[in-house]
C-alpha cells in the first residue's frame, strides 16, 4: 500500500547545484528529487515534490496536505527563521513532518539558529547534506510502520 509524502522545498532551492556550492554541494534540485523518487519506491512511499520561492504557496500546499497526505518533508529555507504563516500550516496538519536542511544551520550565521518549523517538526535533519531527505524519507516510512 503506497503512502502518500509531500516534499516542500522553499526559496532559492531551485538554484542548488550553482548556488553556493561550498555550503550546499553540486547537487541539483532535480538530483535531489530523482534520488527521492528511488527510495520512496523503495520504501513504497508515493511523492510529490515541490518547489516554491512564496511563502504563501508553500501554506497553500501545507493545506492542501491535510487529509491527503501521510507525512511532509520540509526544507523550508529562509523561511525557516520567519514563517510563523508556515508553522500555523503545520500546526493544522495532522501526519508526520520532519525538516530538513542541507547544511547545519548551527553552524552558521546566528540569525540562522531559530526555527519556527522545529516547533512543529517530529524530526530534524540539518548538515546531512541532501542525503538528508532520503533520511527523512526512511524516518517518515519508520514513523508510518
Partial sequence: MSR???ILNGP???LLGTREPDIYGAQTLRDVENACVGLARELSLSIDFRQSNDEGELVTWIQQARGHTD???INPAA???TS????DALNMYDGTVIEVHISNI???EEFR???YVSGRADGVIA?????GYLLALRQIAHRLG
Avoid: E, P, Q
Fill in 4 to 6: 502518500n509524502i509531500l
Fill in 12 to 14: 532559492n532551492l531551485n
Fill in 71 to 73: 507525512g511532509i518533508v
Fill in 79 to 81: 523561511y525557516t527563521h
Fill in 84 to 87: 510563523v504563516a508556515i508553522l
Fill in 106 to 108: 548551527h553552524k552558521r
Fill in 113 to 115: 539558529h531559530h526555527s
Fill in 127 to 131: 548538515g546531512c547534506g541532501t542525503n
